[in-house]
T-cell receptor, first 116, second 115 residues
Framework: DVKVTQSSRYLVKRTGEKVFLECVQDMDHENMFWYRQDPGLGLRLIYFSYDVKMKEKGDIPEGYSVSREKKERFSLILESASTNQTSMYLC???????????????FGSGTRLTVV | AQKVTQAQTEISVVEKEDVTLDCVYETRDTTYYLFWYKQPPSGELVFLIRRNSFDEQNEISGRYSWNFQKSTSSFNFTITASQVVDSAVYFCALKGSNTGNQFYFGTGTSLTVIP
C-alpha cells in the first residue's frame, strides 16, 4: 500500500524552538507539498518541491523553510516556533505528470503541532 | 487566478437522508482538473474523485455521485442515503493546466451524519 508517512502525529513545542516536521513517501513521486490546515481557512500551501534540492514558496512561507535532500523525504522547518504556528500540518506527494496522476495528491495523516 | 469556494461550512443530516455538498470554482485555464477529498476524524485526506475539464460526464460510485456543470463552474457532490461513516470534512480542489502541480483547495465542508 502506497504511503506518505509523517513522523509525528502530535507534537508540543515551546515558543522559540526550532521544529522539524518530517515527511517520507514511498511512491517515487516527484512532487511534495506542505500544507497547514486551520479551521475556516482550509488548506494553505506553505512550500512545495518538484525535485531533489528544489523548493518553491507557496502562499504562506513566512516563518518556515524546507529541505529536500532525497527524493522520498521532504522536511518542514519552523525556524523559531511561535504560537500562531499552532496548526495541523499535512504533507502530500504527487506524480510529476498530472495527466497520468490519477488521484492527484496522496496525503499523510498529518501532524498536529501545538506551540506553547 | 484559481479559486475554490465551498460555501457550506457545516452540514448536519439524519442518517439515510441525501445531502449535497457544493463546490464552485474559478479558473482562467481552458484545461483543468477538479477533485474531491474526504478527511475523516483520523486526519488523512482520502481521494474520492477526479474530473477533467474536457469530460463533463457526471459520475456515480455507489452512494456517491458528482455533478460537473461547466456552465456554472460547479462540481457538486451528493451522498445518497447517508451513513454515520460519511461524517467527515470534505474538500473540493482545483488544479489548472498552467499552475504547475499546485492544487487549490476550498475551505472544506464538515458533514455530520446523525444516527
Amino acid at each position: 500500500d502506497v504511503k506518505v508517512t509523517q513522523s509525528s502525529r502530535y507534537l508540543v513545542k515551546r515558543t522559540g524552538e526550532k521544529v522539524f516536521l518530517e515527511c517520507v513517501q514511498d511512491m517515487d513521486h516527484e512532487n511534495m507539498f506542505w500544507y497547514r490546515q486551520d479551521p475556516g481557512l482550509g488548506l494553505r500551501l506553505i512550500y512545495f518541491s518538484y525535485d531533489v534540492k528544489m523548493k518553491e514558496k507557496g502562499d504562506i512561507p513566512e516563518g518556515y523553510s524546507v529541505s529536500r535532500e532525497k527524493k522520498e523525504r521532504f522536511s518542514l522547518i519552523l525556524e523559531s516556533a511561535s504560537t500562531n504556528q499552532t496548526s495541523m500540518y499535512l504533507c502530500a506527494s504527487s506524480l510529476g505528470d498530472i495527466i497520468s496522476g490519477g488521484g492527484g495528491y496522496t496525503f499523510g495523516s498529518g501532524t498536529r503541532l501545538t506551540v506553547v | 487566478a484559481q479559486k475554490v469556494t465551498q460555501a457550506q461550512t457545516e452540514i448536519s443530516v439524519v442518517e439515510k437522508e441525501d445531502v449535497t455538498l457544493d463546490c464552485v470554482y474559478e479558473t482562467r485555464d481552458t484545461t483543468y482538473y477538479l477533485f474531491w477529498y474526504k478527511q475523516p476524524p483520523s486526519g488523512e485526506l482520502v481521494f474520492l474523485i477526479r474530473r477533467n475539464s474536457f469530460d463533463e460526464q457526471n459520475e456515480i460510485s455507489g452512494r456517491y455521485s458528482w455533478n460537473f456543470q461547466k456552465s456554472t463552474s460547479s462540481f457538486n457532490f451528493t451522498i445518497t442515503a447517508s451513513q454515520v461513516v460519511d461524517s467527515a470534512v470534505y474538500f473540493c480542489a482545483l488544479k489548472g493546466s498552467n499552475t504547475g502541480n499546485q492544487f487549490y483547495f476550498g475551505t472544506g465542508t464538515s458533514l455530520t451524519v446523525i444516527p
